[in-house]
């Protein structure tokens, strides 16, 4: 079951496990304080900066949790992984809180209780997992669904075969318009001899999903009228793909639905948020990055800078409504990469330097970027920049592509964030289907996640080539 919060559907149950996990990191620093002074709890209730304590370790904790990917629903590791993820979210926690101390000494967090906190945060958090593993999936939680839709609409279900991908939903059965051959989707096939409202009230359904493309013909407008009038909900398939997956599927879409729907605003107020983001992200982050890009430019140097090799890279990228503007970044290849024209980068890509492979794969490559975002070229999150020889090829073979452009391209995104590196126009057609996404939802909140989940990608070195 999902809840809807600034224009974004988010799972109930995982919505109540940060929860309950951030009352059990408030509850390991009550806990570890009252171990390491000998208090009671009107004791510690009294002592000078109390709930400050509370709230900068259970949020601090919470948003490192977030950070590593522990409240995706999509989260594709084993026990071992999620116990690593925790372990690793809970040193980040450690030396954050740490920094908070020194800077904030009225906050008077102990090195000792901030260390016992930790250690009991990660044992309650691994409990909290383990029953939280058997909990999410409790078919009470979920939404019972009857897909009405054609075969060949319903092809594009069998995408979502995984377990993680249905939590949200239990499918209960698949109606066929009359006429329409029944094929096997993993749910039962059922008949509406007393029509759908009937068999939803029968069924206890909670929403309707309609996949029909010949509406002319298949769409039983008062039958659905029925069930709308009956407090079932009644939603378009491209719609429920988008809620489920995160993304927007291009064989489904129409302008009609871009047109009359929701979302893809463009207005004072998120311009304003999105521009101050931008420019007090990349300037903290420049900060904060700058011993970091002088050791990547002296090791640029050192290999073959003292050649003539160029220690910075510009490369024309298309941006804000096809606005070309010059890309730059640390130079990861060979100065003659591209003598035969431009090409997609591969993986184990021969032209990669040896410092480039490691800036390649920690994302240093990408701070030069940063200037970028100051002089708004870019914001800090929007869809990749492309090459303009690539996309004059992808504009005339994928529909909707020049739409990615509606919104500033970014350092980071939620395409890159969801799918993995792109070299190929299945890949970019793929990741455009996140893009979209994003063009339709981007606000304040959706930036500041996607920003905060980036960290798992950059520690984990995911989809760098």
Not at 80 to 99: C, D, E, H, K, N
Not at 346 to 371: A, C, H, M, W, Y
Not at 395 to 413: A, L, Q
Request: glycine content about 10%; hydrophobic content about 45%; some cysteine.
């Amino acid at each position: 079951m999902r809840v809807r919060l600034f224009g974004h559907y988010l799972h109930v149950q995982l919505l109540v496990l940060a929860s309950v996990e951030f009352l059990l990191f408030c509850g390991s620093m009550l806990g570890a304080e009252a171990l390491r002074w000998g208090l009671d709890i009107h004791q510690l209730a009294e002592r000078g900066g109390a709930w400050a304590r509370l709230l900068v370790f259970g949020g601090v904790s919470s948003i490192s949790f977030l950070a590593l990917g522990l409240y995706t629903i999509r989260q594709r590791v084993g026990a071992f992984g999620i116990s690593l993820r925790i372990v690793v979210a809970m040193l980040a926690t450690l030396t954050v809180v740490a920094t908070v101390f020194y800077a904030l000494p009225q906050i008077d967090i102990g090195r000792s209780v901030l260390s016992i906190a930790c250690g009991a945060a990660v044992l309650l958090a691994l409990a909290s997992r383990a029953v939280a593993i058997r909990a999410i999936g409790l078919e009470g939680l979920k939404k019972r669904v009857l897909i009405y839709g054609e075969s060949a609409t319903l092809g594009r279900f069998r995408r979502m075969r995984r377990r993680s991908d249905r939590v949200g939903f239990n499918l209960v059965g698949v109606v066929h318009p009359p006429g329409d051959p029944a094929e096997d989707f993993g749910a039962t096939v059922y008949r509406t001899p007393n029509g759908l409202k009937a068999l939803c009230e029968e069924l206890n359904i909670d929403e309707l999903v309609v996949a029909v493309q010949n509406r002319r013909d298949a769409m039983p407008v008062k039958e659905l009228l029925q069930c709308r009038f009956a407090g079932i909900s009644v939603i378009e398939f491209i719609s429920f793909m988008e809620r489920e997956t995160g993304r927007i599927e291009l064989d489904l879409l129409n302008p009609s639905w871009i047109i009359f729907g929701e979302g893809f605003r463009r207005d004072g107020v998120r311009l304003f948020t999105a521009r101050a983001l931008d420019f007090i992200a990349s300037g903290l982050l420049l900060v904060l990055a700058s011993p970091f890009m002088l050791l990547t430019m002296l090791s640029i140097w050192l290999e073959d800078g003292r050649k003539g090799g160029a220690i910075f890279y510009r490369q024309n990228r298309v941006g804000f409504e096809g606005r070309i503007f010059p890309l730059l970044k640390f130079r990861s290849m060979r100065m003659d990469a591209e003598a035969a024209g431009a090409q997609w980068a591969q993986k184990n890509d021969p032209r990669v330097t040896r410092v480039g492979s490691f800036i390649r794969k920690t994302r240093l490559d990408e701070l030069p970027q940063l200037l970028n975002v100051l002089r708004g070229h870019m914001g800090f999150v929007g869809p990749r920049p492309e090459r303009p020889e690539f996309v004059t090829e992808l504009e005339e073979k994928i529909p909707y592509y020049s739409y990615r452009h509606s919104v500033k391209p970014g350092v980071t995104g939620w395409a890159q964030l969801s799918y993995p590196y792109g070299s190929s126009v299945e890949d970019a057609r793929q990741k455009l289907q996140y893009d979209l996404f994003y063009v339709k939802h981007h606000n304040l909140l959706f930036d500041l996640t996607i920003l905060i989940q980036t960290v798992e990608v950059v520690l984990l070195g995911k989809g760098a080539r």
